[in-house]
């Protein structure tokens, strides 16, 4: 239990996870805490840059409770970054204007020894959960998030984002031993910034591997479902009854051994899966997550409306959390979200 836990109430998002079915389903979107608001734009212009909002706690937790104000979801997402994590572990972290995230030294051959770990630095995000939970409604869910160890590794390695995450692939069939090694560090850390997340008032955590899918049958296997195997465990043996959300994005038909062999207790799947076909492919009662895309949600109209109701009846039979298969994008018209939230609790 977190040391932090919030009052007992009626959590809809909370229920689902725990495998209740709900009717209608609770809502929350992925980056609904972010640049597609008026209000998070005129803070960032006022604050400064990316990262110095994630480690500014006011800030942090502002730009989390945004959303909540606006449009009600039914669970807030902790506005953080997956790239913490090697922060913490030493390395530099910038981000370039229009380019994204950078980091320093890269790991090309997987090695952490000439790192220094930056202690306390984490710390402003656990101090950011405890002022959003203060603030939040009673029935909603307070969500953390990691990234997931493959998908962090890849950027450790190149130093920033690729397009097929080919540095890290190299380095892992070139030398597999330091690759595990590399993992196990992030697997290890990961845990420790979960708990401290748990601890501070977090409900259930979601890990992001946005680049499982570039990953063949065997080395799947190997760097995304034993790492996120491993932290399901270490977490579920720590602080018990918090639930874990997977999402392994592009994983197309690998999607049930991923949820039965890293035992997640709710898997998110992504706008290129078919509902019907995962609602058939999956464990039966297996909490759902998702999965309109993103670009219907921009579109808005008729490709909106379909999309949601093909998403509730594939999933009208089994515990499912609504939400998009990715990030919702910056250009998305407010109107859009509020139309959404209509049609899904109608």
């Known amino acids: 239990m977190a040391l932090s836990a919030r009052p007992p109430a009626e959590r809809p998002l909370l229920a689902v996870l725990r495998g209740e079915r709900r009717d209608p389903p609770p809502v ?22 990316f990262l110095e909002l994630c480690y500014d706690p006011a800030s942090a937790a502002e730009i989390t409770l945004q959303p909540i104000r606006r449009y009600g979801f039914d669970g807030a997402i902790l506005f953080s970054d997956i790239l913490v994590v090697p922060h913490a572990l030493g390395q530099r972290l910038w981000f370039e204007t229009g380019e994204g995230p950078r980091l320093a030294p890269a790991l090309a051959d997987g090695a952490l020894d000439g790192l220094t770990a930056a202690s ?83 409900e259930a955590v979601q890990l992001f591997d946005s680049w499982a899918g570039s990953l063949a049958p065997d080395e799947f296997r190997r760097w995304v479902i034993a790492p996120n195997r491993a932290i399901v465990e270490q977490l579920r043996a720590a602080r018990p009854g918090t639930p874990v959300i997977g999402f392994p994005k592009g994983i197309g038909e690998k999607l049930p051994d991923y949820a039965r062999e890293t035992a997640v207790d709710a898997i998110g799947i992504d706008e290129t899966i078919d509902p019907a076909w995962a609602d058939a492919a999956l464990p039966a009662g297996l909490p759902v997550q998702g999965n309109l895309d ?26 499912h959390v609504f939400n998009l298969g990715h990030g919702i994008l910056p250009d998305t018209p407010l109107v859009h979200v509020e139309r959404l939230l209509a049609r899904v609790r109608a």
């Open 294 to 319: 993103p670009l219907a949600l921009v579109a808005g109209g008729q490709a909106l409306d379909a999309g949601i109701d093909r998403i509730r009846a594939a999933f009208a039979r089994r515990p």
């Open 28 to 49: 929350w979107l992925m980056r609904q805490a972010g640049r597609y608001l008026p209000e998070d734009r005129a803070l960032r212009a006022e604050k400064g840059g």
């Open 120 to 202: 306390g630095l984490l710390d402003p995000i656990y101090e950011t959960v405890r002022r959003v939970t203060a603030a939040l409604p009673p029935e909603t869910t307070m969500l953390g998030f990691a990234g997931a160890p493959w998908t962090v590794a890849t950027y450790m390695v190149a130093g920033q984002g690729t397009k097929d995450q080919a540095p890290a692939r190299r380095l892992a069939y070139r030398d597999p031993a330091a690759f595990q090694r590399l993992l196990d560090t992030i697997v290890d850390t990961t845990v420790t910034y979960l708990v401290g997340q748990i601890d501070a008032g977090v």
